[in-house]
């Protein structure tokens, strides 16, 4: 059983950084894609950035590009989200997914496997 469990997150001056962890368990992964998503109150779950386990490969939304970084460390089974410069608008709770197909794109339903979500609060 694939499990991903979440940590970091918290609250941010604007401007600030933080960094999620994406710790994964019950499978092989190798050639699994993973993607963070974050979802703001009232609004649909939306893409944040995508990378193949291996990291040769990443995606990002406009919106986080030049201020996001996603990557991996496959030693440790972990996928991480380094978040900088932040925006009140980057206010959300944030999600991990893994996807079995390597796909590591900005559709939710590429995405077998969800973690638990944290809360990101970027204050003005």
């Known amino acids: 059983q694939v499990q991903l469990v979440q940590s970091g997150g918290g609250l941010v001056q604007a401007g600030g950084s933080l960094r999620l962890s994406c710790a994964a368990s019950?499978?092989?992964?190798?050639?699994?894609?993973m993607g963070w998503f974050r979802q703001a109150p009232g609004k649909e779950r939306g893409f944040v950035a995508g990378i193949h386990w291996t990291g040769r490969l990443t995606n990002y939304a406009d919106s986080v590009k030049g201020r996001f970084t996603i990557s991996t460390d496959t030693a440790k089974k972990t996928v991480y989200l380094q978040m900088n410069s932040l925006k009140p608008e980057d206010t959300a709770v944030y999600y991990c997914?893994?996807?079995?197909?390597?796909?590591?794109?900005?559709?939710?339903?590429?995405?077998?496997?969800w973690g638990q979500g944290t809360q990101v609060t970027v204050s003005s």
């Open positions: 997914a893994a996807g079995t197909s390597g796909s590591f794109d900005s559709r939710p339903h590429e995405y077998d496997y």
């Open positions: 019950g499978g092989t992964f190798r050639s699994y894609g």
